[in-house]
T-cell receptor, first 112, second 112 residues
Framework: GNSVTQMEGPVTLSEEAFLTINCTYTATGYPSLFWYVQYPGEGLQLLLKATKADDKGSNKGFEATYRKETTSFHLEKGSVQVSDSAVYFCALTTDSWGKLQFGAGTQVVVTP | EAQVTQNPRYLITVTGKKLTVTCSQNMNHEYMSWYRQDPGLGLRQIYYSMNVEVTDKGDVPEGYKVSRKEKRNFPLILESPSPNQTSLYFC???????????FGDGTRLSIL
């Protein structure tokens, strides 16, 4: 079956530091890959997506590249802000019904 | 404003007392899902629906029921709640498979 593995958190960073959250996956077929972000007390919001190999998704300064050879979709941001403090979920879908398979989530805490 | 609305946001109740969590979306989406979020496990799909009167089980359906009598609504029913159903629940909808899902703000259920 499909699965998503994320690095465990919490990840604590200072403002303006570089952020990387690792995500690797196992999937049958050709998955679409997503990063969702959950701010405190809120639901999940799509951060970025990639639908085929070598695609790069980007949004709000975050980037992730779909690497089929390493089955990875690592999330990066060059300079984090306190407002980036949230839980980040890597997810994939291969299902014709659009079912999402989520990783466990990585909490990121950015301090001033 | 496009949104997925869940109610209630918070509920504390007792074992065995039937409860319903409502979910409504205003985007005319055909696909809707329920997820539960538990620490260290990410989000796991409970049930999903491809259209009116068409539903199917996700990964963790035991103890839950759903119905889809109208396109916009997808209630989650716990006929006889138990403490292991204490969790944070999210409803989501999407226009088509492979597209990003829109999430509600979540319902935190505590079953005593």
């Amino acid at each position: 079956g499909n699965s998503v593995t994320q690095m465990e958190g919490p990840v604590t960073l200072s403002e303006e530091a570089f952020l990387t959250i690792n995500c690797t996956y196992t999937a049958t077929g050709y998955p679409s890959l997503f990063w969702y972000v959950q701010y405190p007390g809120e639901g999940l919001q799509l951060l970025l997506k990639a639908t085929k190999a070598d695609d790069k998704g980007s949004n709000k300064g975050f980037e992730a590249t779909y690497r089929k050879e390493t089955t990875s979709f690592h999330l990066e941001k060059g300079s984090v802000q306190v407002s980036d403090s949230a839980v980040y979920f890597c997810a994939l879908t291969t299902d014709s019904w659009g079912k999402l398979q989520f990783g466990a989530g990585t909490q990121v805490v950015v301090t001033p | 404003e496009a949104q997925v609305t869940q109610n209630p946001r918070y509920l504390i109740t007792v074992t065995g007392k039937k409860l319903t969590v409502t979910c409504s979306q205003n985007m005319n989406h055909e696909y809707m899902s329920w997820y539960r979020q538990d620490p260290g496990l990410g989000l796991r799909q409970i049930y999903y629906s491809m259209n009116v009167e068409v539903t199917d089980k996700g990964d963790v359906p035991e103890g839950y029921k759903v119905s889809r009598k109208e396109k916009r609504n997808f209630p989650l029913i716990l006929e006889s709640p138990s403490p292991n159903q204490t969790s944070l629940y999210f409803c989501a909808s999407t226009l088509s498979p492979g597209q990003p899902q829109h999430f509600g703000d979540g319902t935190r259920l505590s079953i005593l």
